[in-house]
């Protein structure tokens, strides 16, 4: 079973950046697909970036696409949302998850979640 651990949340204005850490525990989170989803108040949670097991191939949602970079270090288990130009509207709980089969936009697709953290932007 894989435990997930977000951090790095936090307030910032429009313009700024804030990189997110997910730190996996209890299983090795090398051989994972992973991904980022967010969710707004009264929204529904919406993919934001995923990245292969071996970092090879990434792929964004339209609205955060060369804004947002995925990442991952294998070595200490973590995978990284470096975000930068930061909008009110990215406003939103952000959550890291496993992926655990079909297509990798789908929050269907993850099974394991972290907890979220808040990402607050001011205009």
């Known amino acids: 079973q894989v435990q997930l651990v977000e951090s790095g949340g936090g307030l910032v204005q429009a313009g700024g950046s804030l990189r997110l850490s997910c730190a996996g525990s209890r299983r090795t989170l090398s051989d994972l697909r992973m991904g980022w989803f967010r969710q707004a108040p009264e929204k529904e949670r919406e993919f934001v970036a995923t990245i292969s097991y071996n970092g090879g191939i990434r792929d964004y949602a339209d609205a955060v696409r060369g804004r947002f970079t995925i990442s991952r270090d294998n070595a200490k288990n973590t995978v990284y949302l470096q975000m930068n130009s930061l909008k009110s509207e990215d406003t939103a709980v952000y959550y890291c998850?496993?992926?655990?089969?079909?297509?990798?936009?789908?929050?269907?697709?993850?099974?394991?979640w972290g907890q979220g953290t808040q990402v607050t932007v001011s205009s």
């Open positions: 998850a496993a992926h655990s089969g079909g297509t990798p936009y789908s929050r269907s697709s993850y099974s394991y």
